[in-house]
């Protein structure tokens, strides 16, 4: 939440987009749609496949030149899935974009699998 109220209000105007996945926690989908209300900006969500990974080329495609921030979860904590963040955060960078990994979750799938 303090993402959407730091670096969103800092780098989010009228217009841009913020991006994140279908798989995203409660927590990191309203701080998310409240930043975009306040801001007029767009929330864009991009799925995942249908056996839980997330879905990279549906991931890039969402991408356009009002893109400002994506946030997505390295471990989804419904699905289990450990997302490739290195790709995911690599090509946003790559294009100007910034990251808001989610990373609660990581530590306790990883000691525990």
């Not at 749609?33 to 496949?49: E, G, I, S, W, Y």
């Not at 990994?101 to 990883?110: A, D, G, P, W, Y």
Request: proline residues 4%; contains cysteine.
């Amino acid at each position: 939440m303090a993402v959407a109220f730091s670096f969103g209000e800092k780098f989010v105007g009228p217009g841009d987009e913020v991006l994140i996945s279908w798989m995203e926690h409660h927590s990191n989908i309203i701080p998310w749609q409240m930043l975009c209300d306040r801001k007029k900006a767009h929330l864009k969500v991009f799925p995942f496949k249908s056996n839980g990974e997330m879905d990279i080329e549906k991931y890039i495609a969402s991408f356009s030149d009002k893109t400002r921030i994506v946030a997505f979860t390295h471990v989804s904590n419904t699905l289990g899935t450990i997302n490739p963040a290195k790709e995911m955060v690599g090509y946003a960078h790559k294009h100007g974009v910034l990251c808001s990994l989610m990373e609660h979750r990581l530590f306790s799938t990883v000691m525990w699998t």
